[in-house]
T-cell receptor, first 118, second 109 residues
Framework: GAVVSQHPSWVICKSGTSVKIECRSL??????MFWYRQFPKQSLMLMAT?????????EQGVEKDKFLINHASLTLSTLTVTSAHPEDSSFYIC??????????????FGPGTRLTVL | GQNIDQPTEMTATEGAIVQINCTYQ??????LFWYQQHAGEAPTFLSY????GLEEKGRFSSFLSRSKGYSYLLLKELQMKDSASYLC??????????FGAGTQVVVTP
């Protein structure tokens, strides 16, 4: 199956700083990627859809100025958490659809990034 | 919007069979996914159903009834490593996934 990577796998930062998380599709191109957030013992919540060459679309309740998304190329999307606060501490996961013939409806997830804001 | 319901937790013994049910109400439907997620890790793909019926993949099978808004994931010959959270997710017309809260499966010796 297709491979999606994320970097960093974990990060600890001080309150008020910004953190950038990268999501890469390693062996396929992804015009669309999705960003999720997962709090402990809860399910994944879709934050936004990252679109290559155009603006991201955000889910209701997600602040676009706080969670900046840039889909710089067909294999890279970045999520920047600006002015991070302790309540932003969470597990952030990206996904990309398909990649292989016959699997275009499958979404593959990156390994996730654990963000802890002190 | 979409509403997806699945049980919170299920317990079964090693070697047994467990069936995880998922019901959904959606404004658009482009398939239903099942994912396995171990604690602290990202979800891994298990199955995808877009047509009614049963899809079998080794020890795991998934069933879909679109008219009933219902799916189940069947885990056979349970192993200890199957202890994990199982997520039901529905894809809308734009490929966005809406996840259920997940079912924690606990496999006991």
């Amino acid at each position: 199956g297709a491979v999606v990577s994320q970097h960093p796998s974990w990060v600890i930062c001080k309150s008020g700083t910004s953190v950038k998380i990268e999501c890469r599709s390693l062996d396929f191109q992804a015009t669309t990627m999705f960003w999720y957030r997962q709090f402990p013992k809860q399910s994944l919540m879709l934050m936004a859809t990252s679109n290559e060459g155009s603006k991201a679309t955000y889910e209701q309740g997600v602040e676009k100025d706080k969670f900046l998304i840039n889909h710089a190329s067909l294999t890279l999307s970045t999520l920047t958490v600006t002015s991070a606060h302790p309540e932003d501490s969470s597990f952030y996961i990206c996904s990309a659809p398909g990649g292989w013939a016959g699997e275009s409806d499958t979404q593959y997830f990156g390994p996730g990034t654990r963000l802890t804001v002190l | 919007g979409q509403n997806i319901d699945q049980p919170t937790e299920m317990t079964a013994t090693e070697g047994a069979i467990v069936q995880i049910n998922c019901t959904y109400q959606t404004s658009g439907f482009n398939g239903l996914f099942w994912y396995q997620q171990h604690a602290g890790e990202a979800p891994t793909f298990l199955s995808y159903n877009v047509l009614d019926g049963l899809e079998e993949k080794g020890r795991f099978s998934s069933f879909l009834s679109r008219s009933k808004g219902y799916s189940y994931l069947l885990l056979k010959e349970l192993q200890m490593k199957d202890s994990a959270s199982y997520l039901c997710a529905v894809s809308d017309s734009w490929g966005k996934l809406q996840f259920g809260a997940g079912t924690q499966v606990v496999v006991t010796p």
